[in-house]
C-alpha cells in the first residue's frame, strides 16, 4: 500500500540529505496521527508539497494535497501525482475538486492545500482563497495552519534558484483555527494565524539583508506585496494568452 508515495517520500529525503539542508519542524503535534484534517499551508516554491508532505509522513499520514491542473498532465509528474493520490484543479472548475477533497475527508484522511492558491513571490502570507475553510466547514475537519520557510531558496517561481549547502528550512504547525462563522471569517482567522507563524518562523531564521528570497519587510529584496501582485496579474495574463493560444 502506498508504495509510490513511500518511495518518492525516500527520494526527497535523499535529495534533502545529499543538500545536506537542515530541516527543523516546530508543533508537530497539532497534526493528528489519524482521522480528518486540512492542512493550509503558505506557498513560496516548487517543493511545497515535499515540505509539507514530509510534516505528514513524521506523524505517519499520507497528505493529498490540492494541485493545479497542469501539473497532472506531465508524463511522470502527472503519473507519480495521481497514484499519490493528489486532486487536480482545473482553475475554470474549481468545485469538483472541492467535492473529491471532501469526499477524501470524510474518509479519514488528511489533506494539504496551499491557501494562497499560487505562489507568493513576496514570501509572506497572501489573502487567501475560501476553499480550506470550506472543506473544515462541510466536513468537521480540523483546520490547521502550517507555515515554511527556506525551502523556496532552493527552487520558487521565476527561475529563482539557490542550491548551495546546509539550506536552513523550518516548517511550523499551529493549533486549530476556529471554523465557526461564515467562510469569509474563517478566512481571515486563518490567514491572521499564519502571518502570524511565519513572523514567529522570520524572528528565528538566519535572515540575509539583500537577499532575493528574504521579504521586503525583514530587509531583504523580495517584492513587496503591492509589486508582487502587479508581477502575480501579469503572470496570470501571460497564462491565458498562452491557454488561449492552444485552443485555437
Known sequence: MELT??????????????????????????????????????????????FVGLLGRRRRRFVRFLGKSDVFEGPVLGWLMRRMKHVPVDREAAAGALYEAEERLRGGEAVGVFAEGTISRSFEVKPLARGAAAMAQATGA????????????VLTVDGRRYLRFRTPVTIRVGPPVPT???????????????????????ADYPLERGAWWVPAAHGGSAPAPEEAARLDEEALARLRERRAARRR
Do not use: C, K, Q, W
Open 5 to 50: 508515495y513511500r518511495t518518492a517520500t525516500a527520494g526527497l529525503r535523499a535529495l534533502f540529505a545529499a543538500l545536506l539542508m537542515r530541516i527543523t519542524i516546530v508543533g508537530e503535534h497539532h497534526l493528528p496521527r489519524s482521522g480528518a484534517v486540512v492542512l493550509a499551508a503558505n506557498h513560496i516554491g516548487y517543493l511545497d508539497f515535499a
Open 142 to 153: 480540523p483546520l490547521i495552519p502550517v507555515v515554511h520557510f527556506g525551502g523556496h531558496r
Open 180 to 202: 465557526h462563522g461564515h467562510p469569509f471569517e474563517v478566512t481571515d482567522r486563518l490567514r491572521e494565524a499564519m502571518s502570524a507563524m511565519l513572523a514567529e518562523v522570520l
